[in-house]
């Protein structure tokens, strides 16, 4: 399968504690991308990578996410100090520079208790 | 603020009935995209438009970009249960900085199709 994976699939954590998930995108894409879906709503854009660089970040990214990919390649997500408010699907999608179509993998369930 | 308005939110009909969902937006996108979600899962795409005015058809789906390129809609003829779903518009960001490919989704579209 050379689609988008994520790991993990689910994730149940309480609050305060810190989390972290992996995207590995498809495997000739340089473009990465995070976005977050709460019930109901459709994904909002998180922060975006182009090869190694982090090019852009939303201002729902607070102090407490960081996001990597240090080698142009998988990306980790990690949320520090986990908030109840935090619990939602976040997905990740990767892309080729300069195309616009974005192909999702299944996402990570995060529920902070 | 670019911001894309899905409507209906929620359709409920029965098998064989056709529907249109409408994806609009006062901002121009490069292009808009149309996903379908299942519940825990993440968004599969079904299209790609890009040319204002276009058409593409897929099966029983029909979707068309607008000549401004700032809305589109989805048409699905003869619903079946098997198209039950989350249906997602997204249209792609293009800052003068550059194309960051950014997708702006709408709320969604949840499809129930009854037998």
């Known amino acids: 399968d050379t689609g988008v994976s994520q790991n993990p699939r689910h994730k149940i954590t309480k609050r305060g504690q810190n989390v972290t998930f992996r995207c590995d995108p498809i495997?000739?894409?340089?473009?990465l991308y995070w976005y977050r879906q709460t019930l109901g709503q459709g994904p909002e854009f998180l922060t975006y990578?182009?090869?190694?660089?982090?090019?852009?970040k939303s201002r729902l990214l607070s102090d407490r996410f960081s996001a990597e990919r240090p080698k142009g390649s998988f990306s980790t997500l990690e949320i520090q100090r986990t908030e109840q408010g935090d619990s939602a699907m976040y997905l990740c999608?990767?892309?080729?520079?300069?195309?616009?179509?974005?192909?999702f993998g299944p996402g990570t369930r995060l529920t902070v208790l | 603020t670019q911001l894309l308005e899905q409507s209906p939110q929620f359709l409920s009909i029965q098998e064989g009935e056709n529907l249109t969902v409408y994806c609009n937006s006062s901002?121009?996108?490069?292009?808009l995209q149309w996903y379908r979600q299942e519940p825990g899962e993440g968004p599969v795409l079904l299209v790609t438009v890009v040319t204002g005015g276009e058409v593409k058809k897929l099966k029983r789906l029909t979707f068309q970009f607008g000549d401004a390129r700032k809305d589109s809609s989805l048409h699905i003829t003869a619903a079946q249960p098997g198209d039950t779903g989350l249906y997602l518009c997204?249209?792609?960001?293009?800052?003068?900085?550059?194309?960051?490919?950014?997708?702006?989704f709408g709320q969604g579209t949840t499809l129930q199709v009854k037998p």
């Open positions: 999608a990767s892309s080729l520079e300069g195309g616009d179509t974005q192909y």
């Open positions: 495997s000739e894409h340089n473009r």
């Open positions: 901002s121009v996108f490069s292009s």
């Open positions: 990578f182009q090869n190694e660089a982090q090019l852009e």
């Open positions: 997204a249209g792609a960001v293009n800052p003068p900085s550059g194309n960051t490919g950014k997708l702006i």
